[in-house]
C-alpha cells in the first residue's frame, strides 16, 4: 500500500531587502504626492503583512521606481548644469567680441531716408563682403526709434545674434550682423 503525502511548498519567504526597498518605494511615491495618506498607510500594512513578492510588485507598480526617480534628478541636474554653462559661454563670447567688433555709426535722426546697406554701389553703407547681399538692409528712424530691416537677404541679418525676420528696433550698444560681417551700433 502506498500513501501519498502532500507537500505544500510555499515560495521562498521574503526577504527583509525585498520589504525594505517596497516600504522605501511606497515612502517615496508618498513624499511626491502620488499617494493619499490612507493609501499610504493602508499599502504599509499589506506591505508588512506580504508573504510573496508578487503581492509587493502589486503595491508598488503604480509608483516610480526609486532607481528611476534619482537617475531622473540627476540628469535634470545635469542637463541645468549643461544648458547654464552653454548660456554662460554664448552670453561670455558676445561679450568678448562686442568690444573687439567694429562700430557702425547710427546716421543722422533727421534723414528723411534710410541708409541703406548692402553691395550695391548705391548703397549709402557699402559692404563688399560674399556673404552680404547687394540690397541687404536698410536702417531708418521711426517714431523715434531705430528700425534695421532685413531687405530679403539671402545670408540673414542678425541683431544680438537672433535673425531678424522682417524688422526689428535697435539700440546704442546692439551686436548686428549683415551675412558674416559683424558691428557694433554706436550714437555719438
Known amino acids: 500500500m502506498t500513501s501519498s ?28 504626492g502620488r499617494l493619499s495618506h490612507d493609501t499610504f498607510i493602508r499599502r504599509m500594512e499589506l506591505a508588512l503583512a506580504a508573504r510573496r513578492s508578487d503581492e509587493l510588485a502589486v503595491l508598488t507598480a503604480d509608483l516610480p521606481n526609486a532607481d528611476v526617480a534619482t537617475e531622473r534628478r540627476w540628469s535634470k541636474l545635469v542637463f541645468g548644469t549643461v544648458e547654464a554653462v552653454s548660456g554662460f559661454t554664448v552670453r561670455l563670447r558676445r561679450a568678448w567680441q562686442a568690444e573687439r567688433l567694429p562700430k557702425l555709426q547710427l546716421p543722422n535722426p533727421g534723414s528723411p531716408y534710410p541708409l541703406r546697406i548692402g553691395r550695391d554701389p548705391a548703397s549709402g553703407l557699402r559692404l563688399n563682403h560674399e556673404t552680404v547681399s547687394r540690397v541687404h538692409a536698410e536702417l531708418s528712424r521711426q517714431s523715434g526709434v531705430w528700425v534695421l530691416r532685413d531687405l530679403g537677404s539671402t545670408n540673414g541679418t542678425t541683431v544680438n545674434g537672433r535673425r531678424v525676420i522682417g524688422a526689428s528696433v535697435v539700440q546704442d550698444g546692439d551686436q548686428i550682423g549683415f551675412g558674416r560681417m559683424l558691428f557694433r551700433l554706436a550714437s555719438d
Not at 531587502?17 to 517615496?28: G, H, M, P
Open 5 to 32: 503525502f502532500e507537500f505544500h511548498t510555499y515560495p521562498a519567504r521574503l526577504s527583509d531587502a525585498e520589504r525594505d526597498r517596497a516600504l522605501k518605494s511606497l515612502r517615496d511615491g508618498a513624499a511626491l
